[in-house]
């Protein structure tokens, strides 16, 4: 099975760097996924690692490492919009069976 | 593209009612998934399709629930006889193939039972 923890709620202030961490125990991977959901509306897809290492996308980054089962997000120049809860999500090696963490409720303030 | 849609939006019922949820995957993709979100228990998926075909179905909670795709278009999950307990948001996701796109959210189905 899988058990993925991340912490519940975060801070930040408008502009500044946040990194949210995402840690996971699995039987098997086959990729790591992050997602963006604002209060009432669906999760949105932001970034996928399946190796180990970081991806950076604008503003958002993505870092894994399967050995330590560790992943995190790292959002820079942070702006009001980005308050919502960001999700981690394991994909096992099987098909496509996805857990997803609790999610973490990101707090940006001016 | 008009993305992943379902309906209806919202959705209260009585306790004992049979509820139908719809959802129309983007098209062209070939994986479909059900998932259901509460505050207590967070996004759990429920079962997901491939080509129609449903491969695991291990999410779901009891012989209460059921899912069908009878065709590449359109999905369904049923609840009979629902119960206070399966209020919650259920989320219809589709992608294509089991690379690194990520999944596509409908807007949701807000199910509230009484």
């Known amino acids: 099975g899988q058990n993925i923890d991340q912490p519940t709620e975060m801070t930040a202030t408008e502009g500044a760097i946040v990194q949210i961490n995402c840690t996971y125990q699995?039987?098997?991977?086959?990729?790591l996924f992050w997602y963006q959901q604002h209060a009432g509306e669906a999760p949105t897809f932001l970034s996928y690692?399946?190796?180990?290492g970081l991806e950076e996308k604008g503003r958002f980054s993505s870092f894994l490492s399967r050995s330590k089962g560790y992943s995190y997000l790292l959002l820079k120049e942070l702006q009001m919009k980005d308050s919502a809860s960001y999700l981690c999500?394991?994909?096992?090696?099987?098909?496509?069976?996805?857990?997803f963490g609790p999610g973490t409720r990101l707090s940006v303030l001016p | 593209d008009a993305g992943v849609i379902q309906s209806p939006r919202h959705e209260v019922t009585e306790m004992g009612q049979e509820v139908t949820l719809r959802c129309k995957p983007i098209s062209g993709h070939d994986y479909l998934f059900w998932y259901r979100q509460t505050m207590m228990r967070g996004l759990e998926l429920l079962i997901y399709f491939n080509n129609n075909v449903p491969i695991d179905d291990s999410g779901m909670p009891e012989d209460r629930f059921s899912a069908k795709m009878p065709n590449a278009s359109f999905s369904t999950l049923k609840i009979q006889p629902s119960e206070p307990r399966d209020s919650a948001v259920y989320f219809c996701?589709?992608?294509?193939?089991?690379?690194?796109?990520?999944?596509?959210f409908g807007p949701g189905t807000r199910l509230t039972v009484t």
């Open positions: 699995t039987s098997g991977f086959n990729g």
């Open positions: 999500a394991v994909r096992d090696p099987y098909g496509q069976n996805f857990v």
């Open positions: 690692n399946v190796l180990d």
């Open positions: 996701a589709s992608c294509l193939g089991t690379g690194g796109g990520g999944q596509y």
